[in-house]
């Protein structure tokens, strides 16, 4: 059983690292192309990612938010339910996090972030449940609901940031700041890594456990191995859905939460950058599992942030982080459809 | 290049000498959008050269996918790095830059559109009512030239702001201001969209105004405006941009626009900056002396608009610029008699 695992994990470390290696390469004929020494460039993007503790801190920080968006993308993913509505989840969580932080009386004091925290959580879970609830009732696609309801998020709180919430002091469009009770403490002052890694780890550690030793998280994976096998076996597949859909939703929350209160300390416009998404590429990269996700969240996280701070000291453009990011996708997704077509052949 | 100066730098430091601060590298951040924006941080990035070409610093333009939260870590980190300057051209970073300043007193600091506290940190605001003063006066003397296509006579002009906030009230009151004082007659509507983000919102608005007889409208609402613009060309009226040269989003619908010099500004900076001048602590204004605003150069319009009222717009311009005349500045002196 052990060695099962160890082998899960194993698996999941080498469909994560190919990718990414071969990206690499790829990226570094781009580099040569465009006249730039590649081994340089990929040694000045490990020193700002990994050089020192400073560095490390703020690839830490800037891997946070792929914590929760990956987790909340993989628990869906291995019941097979093609969720990519984590973004939107993420937005609406946050938005609450910071509306409780900002608009409950200062007073309350540190209880400000559990109420934050919890509003975020249901205000995700109440977000996905809704195409959950269409698919499991009405086999709604929940592709097409999920990724609809990821610019109704947007356009909502971008609304609220716009009108009714802005704040009367900002000449750009953001909430009020946050209470300074209800700030998420930073871990390596003065990086901005915060106490929201922390419950990330501690999410993707739940969610481990929660995978093995639970009953729904156990039916969870059987769903998504086999559905007609599940309903054979008794499980309620519809059931299942929307409880990893409300379940996806509450943690993509927690996630809007953690950034809102750790980090930005308001809601603005440019609020997650696409944290879904990237979420999605984490867990697919991972392949739903805890290391492989936490390792993927953090190869990204560093990419992100070296890729921005390279710029610093090179004249490599944003442009090469976009690049070598596409690639690791594509490559991972390849990987992923690569055994199938070996099984085909054999067949 | 980075070679060179650290090379510059040992040799500085082999003869004793100090190093100058000011010839350390400079760091641009670029605000959301990114470059090529076409806009706001395109504007900030070509002063941003003409600044570096003409002092000879080295600079680096950065840029992120997550402006938003990765601020302060880029702000920390050119700092560390030993950037000697470093200019964000994004609202949020205002709030970090405050904190992070007294760290780094080595550094200079520069913020846009808003007033930050500390020695090290520069504040860049606009003269935006000064700007929007002559955009007054141009749509006051169109608004009853009837010889002119889409023009009634009626003394009607109209003006949309985002929200009601005194940095909008800023270019609201000016434009007034600039109206009254070619035809105390006319009549300014106002309002407010309440939101930034909406053209369809703009575009009924703007469609209102029309409809009661305005046939000039000024927007000053950032995407809601775009609604506006679009009003205007619909209706066969006149719409006027705002922050950068709208005149192009359709040519011969938008009479002018009230642009921000950011480039002038970013470009002075560096040159202050390099002769040793940074104006650490202090709020610097640009404003139509400084070439820091002013109005669109009008490319498709200009043949439309009488010669006489742009030379009427250009001696108003000349009297701000000598201080005859003082355009109400609502951010700063608060609400006057004229606008409520």
Redesign the interface.
């Known amino acids: 059983m052990a060695d099962i695992r160890f082998a899960a994990m194993l698996a999941s470390l080498r469909a994560l690292l190919v990718p990414f290696a071969v990206a690499l390469i790829l990226a570094g004929i781009v580099l040569i192309v465009i006249g730039e020494n590649p081994l340089a460039i990929f040694g000045l993007l490990a020193e700002e990612s990994f050089g020192s503790a ?1 560095r490390i801190a ?1 690839t830490l ?2 891997a946070t ?1 792929l914590l929760f968006t990956a987790v909340a993308t993989a628990i869906c993913f291995r019941a097979g339910v093609f969720n990519v509505g984590v973004e939107g989840a993420f937005l609406v969580g946050g938005l609450a996090a910071v509306f409780v932080a900002f608009a409950l009386p200062a007073g309350l004091g540190i209880t400000l972030i559990p109420l934050a925290l919890v509003a975020a959580m249901a205000a995700g879970a109440i977000w996905l449940w809704f195409p959950g609830w269409l698919l499991a009732r009405f086999e709604v696609d929940e592709v097409v609901s999920t990724l609809m309801l990821n610019f109704i998020a947007a356009a909502i709180t ?2 609220l940031v ?2 009714p919430l ?1 704040s ?7 909430t009020p ?1 946050i209470h300074d009770a209800a700030h998420l403490p930073r871990l390596m002052p ?3 890594l915060h106490a929201g890694f922390l419950i990330g780890i501690a999410v993707m550690v739940l969610y481990g456990l929660w995978c093995r030793y639970t009953p729904a998280g156990v039916e969870g994976g059987l769903v998504g191995l086999n559905r007609r096998f599940a309903r054979a076996m008794g499980i309620s597949v519809s059931g299942t859905m929307i409880t990893v859909m409300c379940l996806s939703g509450a943690i993509a929350g927690l996630g809007g939460a953690s ?1 809102g209160l750790g ?3 308001r809601f ?4 997650s ?2 944290y879904g998404f990237t979420g999605m590429a984490v867990a697919l990269l991972g392949r739903n599992h805890p290391v492989g996700m936490i390792v993927g969240a953090v190869l990204f996280g560093a990419l ?2 070296a ?3 390279i ?3 090179s ?1 490599v ?2 442009d090469l ?2 690049i070598i990011q596409g690639l690791v996708m594509i490559f991972a997704v390849m990987e992923l459809a690569l055994p199938r077509l070996r099984r085909r052949r054999h067949a | 290049m980075r070679k060179t100066l650290g090379l510059t730098t040992a040799v500085l430091l082999g003869l004793g000498l100090p190093v100058q601060a000011n010839d350390a590298p400079v760091a641009l951040i670029i605000a959301q959008g990114g470059l090529g924006d076409g806009s706001w941080n395109d504007t900030a990035y070509a002063g941003f050269q003409a600044g570096l070409a003409e002092t000879g610093l080295d600079g680096k333009p950065i840029e992120s996918n997550d402006v938003a939260a990765q601020g302060e870590e880029i702000m920390r980190r050119a700092a560390d790095a030993g950037f000697g300057l470093v200019i964000s051209l994004e609202w949020i970073h205002g709030e970090p830059m405050e904190m992070l300043a007294p760290d780094y007193p080595d550094t200079d600091w520069v913020i846009m559109n808003q007033t930050r506290q500390g020695a090290n940190v520069a504040s860049v605001v606009f003269g935006e009512h000064e700007g929007s003063y002559l955009a007054g006066a141009l749509a006051a003397q169109v608004t009853t030239d009837t010889s002119i296509p889409g023009i009634n006579a009626d003394p009607v002009i109209g003006v949309i702001g985002g929200v009601k906030s005194p940095g909008i009230d800023k270019f609201i009151s000016g434009f007034i201001e600039g109206a009254k004082a070619i035809n105390p007659d006319v009549e300014v509507k106002v309002a407010y969209a309440e939101t930034f983000g909406d053209p369809a919102k703009g575009e009924q608005m703007a469609q209102a105004m029309f409809d009661e007889g305005a046939d000039i409208v000024y927007q000053v609402a950032g995407g809601t405006g775009i609604g506006i613009i679009n009003a205007a060309k619909a209706s066969g009226h006149y719409a006027i941009g705002v922050d950068t040269d709208q005149d192009g989003i359709a040519p011969g619908s938008v009479l002018t626009s009230m642009v921000k010099r950011v480039d002038v500004a970013v470009a002075g900076i560096l040159r202050d900056y390099k002769a040793d001048k940074f104006p650490g602590g202090t709020e610097m204004v640009f404003g139509l002396a400084q070439n820091g605003v002013g109005l669109s150069p009008m490319t498709h319009t200009k043949d439309i608009i009488p010669a006489a009222y742009l030379e009427r717009v250009e001696a108003l311009k000349a009297d701000i610029i000598s201080g005859k005349i003082t355009v109400w500045d609502v951010s700063t002196q608060g609400y006057p008699d004229f606008f409520n």
């Open positions: 400073r703020s920080s800037s938010p971008g609304y716009n009108g802005l009367a002091s900002a000449g750009n469009n953001m700041a003065p990086s901005t950034h980090q930005l300390f603005s416009d440019a609020f950058p696409g992100a942030s890729g921005t701070t710029q610093l000291f004249s453009p944003l982080v976009d």
